[in-house]
């Protein structure tokens, strides 16, 4: 069907089932293609995010008196010393991990005979028993340390072209504003659903940086009183999974656990984990969802559903930033279009709305539908 002014419209006679399947497929394909690139295209999101994040440091600092490009200067130079900072850290804490996991191989070999002792105590045979044994050594256990830390650095791994995105992005930024402007005079819908995932973004990213940064205060100040070896090495591991929405807490615990199984035996592993799991309850299950639904109102089986789905597409990056890659698609796909935006209730989360503020949202659809069906015929 043809528009008086040209625009095309949906064949009415074209099965919604058939549409639906055509745009779950183009999104698969979308997504696998993604993938193939996504050493290129992850350095570029986490860039993009960043800017996002960072961007509100130029117009601070343009608002006391600093002219445009010192503004500028500074906040390139304030995201790329923080990547520099982390990755710098990380590379550090590894290398330091490496060389305090031999001076536990005696350690190791007593816990493996009292292993050996107390499967022999409940009567399981000497081949069962060595079947088990096979399974563990130091090496086992520092290939999972390491793995579980190169993993997080990999969100660094392509380190120089990061960069290099984020200084030109920052730079491009400067004179968005002006352009933003102009487009929202011509797809004020467009403007406004992007307007919503930027700031969104911020609010989430400022929410998981606070708590994130008082868990990793907490973690240091127990580990290092309970004496686990690299308690500053964990804190910032515990800092960066907090961006990992529902399984960042468990991946920050494993190493000290394991750490504190090689230090102290099985009692303090026990106590680390309790220890860890009562700061996660308290601070990242009871405090922080609340003000992460204030920042972002998207519902827990979404959250979870975009982890699996964006580390999927584009690795150890999509882990971290599934929540605002979320919300980007959510924006391009279902605000920008009013006979698509009540697709993103269906995404949100916390308590179910009024009845008079659902009567009052399907009122406004059917009055933005209708006004868009009038426009186009």
Same mark, same amino acid.
């Given at each position: 069907?043809?528009?008086?002014?040209?625009?095309?419209?949906?064949?009415?006679?074209?099965?919604?089932? =058939?549409?639906?399947? /055509?745009? !779950?497929? /183009?999104?698969?394909?979308?997504?696998?293609?993604?993938?193939?690139? #996504?050493?290129?295209?992850?350095?570029?999101?986490?860039?993009?995010?960043?800017?996002?994040? !960072?961007?509100? =440091?130029?117009?601070?600092?343009?608002?006391?008196?600093?002219?445009?490009?010192?503004? *500028?200067?500074? *906040?390139?130079?304030?995201?790329?010393?923080?990547?520099?900072?982390?990755?710098?850290?990380?590379?550090?804490?590894?290398?330091?991990?490496?060389?305090?996991?031999?001076?536990?191989?005696?350690?190791?070999?007593?816990?493996?005979?009292?292993?050996?002792?107390?499967?022999?105590?409940?009567?399981?045979?000497?081949?069962?028993?060595?079947?088990?044994?096979?399974?563990?050594?130091?090496?086992?256990?520092?290939?999972?340390?390491?793995?579980?830390?190169?993993?997080?650095?990999?969100?660094?791994?392509?380190?120089?072209?990061?960069?290099?995105?984020?200084?030109? @992005?920052?730079?491009?930024?400067?004179?968005?504003?002006?352009?933003?402007?102009? #487009?929202?005079?011509?797809?004020?819908?467009? +403007?406004?659903?992007?307007?919503?995932?930027?700031?969104?973004?911020?609010?989430? =990213?400022?929410?998981?940086?606070?708590?994130?940064?008082?868990?990793?205060?907490?973690?240091?100040?127990?580990?290092?009183?309970?004496?686990?070896?690299?308690?500053?090495?964990?804190?910032?591991?515990?800092?960066?999974?907090?961006?990992?929405?529902?399984?960042?807490?468990?991946?920050?615990?494993?190493?000290? &656990?394991?750490?504190?199984?090689?230090?102290?035996?099985?009692?303090?592993?026990?106590?680390?984990?309790?220890?860890?799991?009562?700061?996660?309850?308290? +601070?990242?299950?009871?405090?922080?969802?609340?003000?992460?639904?204030?920042?972002?109102?998207?519902?827990?089986?979404?959250?979870?559903?975009?982890?699996?789905?964006?580390?999927? !597409?584009?690795?150890?990056?999509?882990?971290?930033?599934?929540?605002?890659? *979320?919300?980007?698609?959510?924006?391009?796909?279902?605000?920008?279009?009013?006979?698509?935006?009540? @697709?993103?209730?269906?995404?949100?989360?916390?308590?179910?709305?009024?009845?008079?503020?659902?009567?009052?949202?399907?009122?406004?659809?059917? &009055?933005?539908? *209708?006004?868009? /069906?009038?426009?186009?015929?």
């Amino acid at each position: 069907m043809t528009h008086a002014d040209g625009s095309s419209a949906p064949d009415p006679r074209i099965p919604r089932g =058939l549409i639906f399947v /055509g745009a !779950v497929t /183009g999104m698969l394909v979308s997504a696998l293609a993604v993938r193939q690139f #996504a050493a290129i295209v992850a350095p570029v999101l986490l860039a993009l995010v960043l800017v996002i994040a !960072v961007h509100p =440091l130029t117009g601070f600092l343009r608002r006391h008196g600093l002219p445009m490009w010192l503004a *500028t200067t500074v *906040t390139v130079s304030a995201v790329l010393g923080l990547i520099l900072g982390l990755a710098a850290a990380l590379a550090l804490s590894i290398a330091r991990l490496a060389t305090i996991l031999p001076t536990y191989a005696d350690r190791f070999d007593e816990l493996v005979a009292n292993v050996r002792t107390g499967l022999a105590s409940l009567g399981v045979g000497r081949d069962e028993i060595q079947a088990v044994l096979e399974q563990i050594s130091l090496s086992s256990i520092a290939e999972l340390l390491v793995t579980i830390l190169a993993g997080v650095a990999a969100t660094f791994s392509n380190l120089l072209f990061l960069l290099f995105v984020i200084a030109f @992005m920052a730079l491009d930024a400067a004179g968005f504003a002006s352009r933003v402007s102009r #487009a929202r005079r011509q797809r004020p819908d467009v +403007i406004g659903a992007l307007d919503a995932f930027v700031k969104g973004s911020r609010r989430y =990213l400022a929410v998981a940086t606070v708590f994130g940064l008082i868990v990793a205060i907490v973690d240091v100040g127990f580990l290092w009183l309970a004496g686990v070896p690299l308690a500053v090495l964990w804190g910032l591991l515990a800092f960066i999974t907090n961006y990992i929405p529902n399984v960042g807490f468990v991946i920050g615990l494993i190493p000290p &656990a394991l750490l504190a199984l090689l230090e102290g035996g099985p009692r303090l592993m026990i106590i680390v984990i309790v220890t860890y799991s009562l700061i996660n309850f308290v +601070i990242q299950s009871i405090i922080q969802p609340k003000f992460v639904a204030d920042a972002v109102n998207i519902s827990l089986t979404v959250t979870f559903l975009s982890l699996v789905f964006w580390t999927f !597409v584009v690795g150890p990056v999509g882990a971290i930033l599934a929540v605002p890659l *979320t919300l980007l698609v959510k924006s391009l796909l279902f605000d920008v279009d009013p006979k698509t935006k009540w @697709m993103s209730s269906l995404l949100e989360g916390g308590p179910a709305p009024h009845e008079d503020d659902i009567a009052d949202a399907i009122r406004d659809d059917s &009055a933005a539908i *209708t006004s868009s /069906g009038r426009d186009g015929s």
